[in-house]
């Protein structure tokens, strides 16, 4: 029986990873749930899973909660419970669920105790991977990543030796606006952008995958899970999102990972590896699914994408930068503040502006996430 810890259940992923943990009663065990501000679906979540204790990060939502709640769960709240949670709990699993550079003290904390990460919070690879990766060697701690493209990546790797990969390919389905014109990026609205063609997903990551910013930072991603560099990493996008990614071989030979577009398999295969459980999620029909396509990333159209290239090549804090300057923006485009089109054109503002350091520690890394996020809040 292994003792699951999620970060932000009450998300998409969060969501998702208890409904994979609701099938398998006798192999996963709910210790601890930690959420924004969500009680309403909490409480729910509590009564279903009977976690040992929970986080409200929201101070008010957290005394509201303690006040409504007549079980036995013990709650802590803010940043400081989020980490204390992580550094003195009982679990074996931490599902990396929350969304942005929050999840990166926390995760870290969990690592440092040598634990396994199911790693959806891909932010955290992108501001921190050095010092992530360096501390999961350290302390005998594990990344199983619960990205579909880095899962595929991962699946695809077993049994194989990484010196004779030549290079990673990530699928990406292109978003809402794969067949658009970069002239309506001016005038696309918040619903356009969050109507994306295959997945369902929290606010941030849709916006993302309709800028390609999130292909930009599972580019970044996978160099730190799996130590290639960027020009061994390529991008090709695959409309129907059935191929989830795929490593070349210097041999020339490809092998992909497929599989219809949920969530709910790489959570179970981050959850059970090296072990595959037997599930009844609904099958991948191929003649159903008829054909499958591929075409270049257009990297002009979308600038985010370059712009995660270049900051992976530049290292240091850039990549901080790139990743505070979007959280910014995104949130400032779904509050209806700017426009889609500002978005990669903040990112690279804040990229021009702000300095770089080299070999941050973690005290520089969060002292530059706040610099950016406090200068492109004065963007408009
Ligand atoms: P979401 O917005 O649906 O959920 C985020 C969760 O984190 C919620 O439970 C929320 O309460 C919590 N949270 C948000 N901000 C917080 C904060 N500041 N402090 C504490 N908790 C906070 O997001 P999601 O779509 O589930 O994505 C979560 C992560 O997984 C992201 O990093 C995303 O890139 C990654 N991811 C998601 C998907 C997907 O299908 N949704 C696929 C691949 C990767
Ligand atoms: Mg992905």
């Known amino acids: 029986m292994k003792k699951v810890l999620i970060l932000g259940s009450t998300g998409s992923i969060g969501v998702n990873a208890l409904n994979v943990i609701r099938k398998f009663p006798d192999k996963f065990e709910v210790v601890g749930l930690t959420v924004n501000s969500n009680i309403s679906v909490l409480k729910e979540q509590i009564d279903e899973f009977h976690p040992e204790f929970v986080v409200v990060k929201d101070e008010q939502k957290a005394k509201e909660f303690s006040q409504i709640l007549n079980s036995e769960v013990e709650i802590f709240s803010g940043e400081s419970g989020l980490i204390k949670v992580a550094q003195s709990k009982d679990f074996d699993i931490l599902i990396g669920a929350m969304v942005g550079f929050a999840g990166l003290i926390p995760t870290l904390e969990a690592i440092k105790r040598g634990k396994r990460i199911a790693l959806a919070n891909k932010e955290t690879l992108v501001v921190a991977g050095e010092i992530v990766t360096r501390l999961v060697a350290e302390n005998g701690s594990e990344i199983i990543p619960v990205d579909s493209e880095h899962s595929a990546i991962y699946q695809c790797l077993i049994g194989e030796n990484l010196k004779e990969v030549e290079k990673l390919i990530l699928t990406a389905s292109g978003g809402p606006f794969l067949n658009k014109d970069k002239s309506v990026f001016d005038n696309v609205t918040v619903d356009e952008a969050l109507n994306h063609p295959n997945w369902k997903m929290g606010s941030k990551i849709t916006i993302d995958s309709a800028t390609m910013m999130n292909k930009g930072l599972e580019v970044i991603e996978a160099h730190w899970l799996f130590g290639l560099p960027f020009d061994k990493i390529d991008v090709v996008i695959h409309p129907q999102s059935i191929i989830h990614s795929m490593v070349q071989f210097v041999d020339g030979s490809i092998k992909a990972q497929m599989g219809l577009p949920d969530m709910k398999l790489p959570i179970q295969y981050a959850l059970s590896f090296p072990e595959r459980f037997e599930n009844d999620f609904v099958r991948t029909d191929l003649p159903l699914i008829n ?43 779904l509050k209806g503040l700017i426009k889609f089109s500002d978005i990669p054109k903040f990112i690279n503002t804040a990229l021009n502006k702000i300095e770089n350091h080299s070999n941050p520690d973690i005290e520089t890394i969060i002292e530059c996430d706040k610099l950016t996020r406090k200068f492109v809040n004065t963007l408009n």
């Not at 075409?295 to 804090?317: H, I, N, R, S």
Request: include cysteine; charged fraction near 25%.
């Open 291 to 333: 054909n499958l396509t591929f075409f270049e990333p257009d990297f002009d159209k979308f600038e985010c994408l370059k712009l995660a290239y270049q900051v992976l090549e530049t290292g240091g804090t850039a990549p901080c930068i790139l990743n505070a300057a979007n959280e910014v923006a995104v949130d400032k485009f």
